[in-house]
């Protein structure tokens, strides 16, 4: 196919959620004609599975400027700036009306099974470029449809596949065949059955960000009115100073009141710590279970488990495709660097557009969570302004493309994933950055990659300070290094669909 009749074909989004049908927002701005494909049988599927979960930022952080411009003409109001919408609220809301706006555009019950370049496998080099991509997709009936385009977008996000309980990163021994009283999502307790299994009962919730920290507070609400009902926190590592996020310094109000809550879950007895825990095995012991951890220590008996531990790419549909990605998040190699939990810097970050997220494989992009691979925090706005720059490129607007503007909040925590396993140990001594002062900056970033820090001043060299970029939300697990105030959690401060420490509660908080 040559260039000219591949630029007339139309560029597929997977994924109808928060950030992918921004980006048909975006490419509509543009001229070009998007393709929505959808898993589910609505737009934002996943985000409809964590409706009960209210996001942390606010209605102005997570609606996309262009999807608005497409809005206005409907006669649609933009809810309230400052207030903070529930799952549920974003879908009704915002998220529903855009993609009924988008119309034929999105397809639904779509989900893609496969992208490949037209007649070529992932070994084959000649006139590869020049091949238009073909989407292979599988309707609820069992239908099968292929696609062709001139461009992915995949905005698929991470909802899917959630971690498990295994401090490897592998199921437990025993945790499938424990699978009927294990959930992997932060529970909604306004549903009756869901309430009745846990109340009175004794939960263990494993994990250390967003989501655990939702999970610990509505279990011990539920503890008023449901006496015996009691969490087992399962910490990986230790509780230091960053462990329930930035609190009051964390400039997402709603984000750093999550783990504050938590920790007045600990404080009131309505949850308690098992650290530096990290599970090798689920045992049956009668009705209940036991987690083993490595060490040999076993947790007391529960009746739950709520496996809470971040997501994880699904890789398996584009694997004929050509990516360049991090080894250990999953994370384009260009932006895994500023996001890598390992070096969670002091709230600076590397805004990044088209260019950082550019694979091997011309054209092909992961956008919103997906992009974030491993990485447990993600705002929406992020993901807007990732397809914002695409949507340019594919265009040909370069300088549009490499502009990136970026606004974000400061967590109020840094200092990274730093020690192992050590449950006693902290990072203070290493030094680290004081809890920002200022408002956090919008930043134009030209063809040349700088790093910037977002409200806060710069780190000299000598001030034992994170220096990798990354615009965490509540490091999950982190063990940090700050002299930041002690408290506060999805999977989003203005997040999308897969809740991953995000910037909601649950993981999620508005993510994508």
Known sequence: MNASAAEQLPVVVIGAGPVGLAAAAHLIEYGIEPVVLEAGPSAATAVRAWSHVRLFSQWAEVVDPAAEKLL?????????????????????????PLADVLGDRVHYDARVTGVARAGRDRIVDADREQQPFTVHLEHADGSEE?????????????????????????????????????????????????????????????????????????????????PGTHAEWILRRGISGSTYGGGTADQLPERGSLGLRAKKAVEDGHASALTGFRT???EADGEQLVLVAEDGRRSRPVDEIIVLTGFRPDLSFLDELRLNLDERLQAPVFLAELIDPNQHSCGTVYPHGARELTHPEQDLYLVGMKSYGRAPTFLSRTGYEQVRSISA??????????????TLPE??????????????????????????TAEPAVLTLGSAPQLITLGAEEATADSGCCSAPTETEAPAESSGCCSAPTEAPAETGGCCS?????????????CC
């Open 393 to 406: 490129l594919l265009a040909g607007d370069h300088e549009a493309a490499a502009r990136v503007e970026l």
């Open 280 to 282: 090798t095995a689920i």
């Open 72 to 96: 206005a003409p409907t006669g649609w109001v933009h809810p309230a700036a400052d207030a903070y919408p529930m799952g549920g609220d974003w879908v009704a809301q915002y998220l529903q």
């Open 411 to 436: 967590t109020g925590v840094c200092g990274g994933a730093g020690l192992f396993d050590d449950p006693d140990a902290t990072q203070g001594a290493g030094g680290c950055c004081s809890t920002p």
């Open 498 to 510: 897969a809740p991953t420490e995000v910037e909601a509660t649950a993981a999620t908080s508005g």
């Open 146 to 226: 292929r696609v062709l385009a001139r461009a992915v977008i995949d905005a698929s996000g991470t909802w899917s596949t959630p971690g498990p309980a295994g401090g490897n990163g592998l199921p437990a021994l025993g945790e499938r065949a424990a699978s009927a009283k294990i959930s992997y999502y932060v529970p909604d307790l306004t549903d009756p059955d869901v309430r009745q299994r846990y109340a009175g009962r004794r939960t263990a919730v494993v994990g250390a960000g967003a989501s655990a920290f939702t999970a610990l507070a509505l279990l011990a609400d539920l503890a008023k009115d449901a």
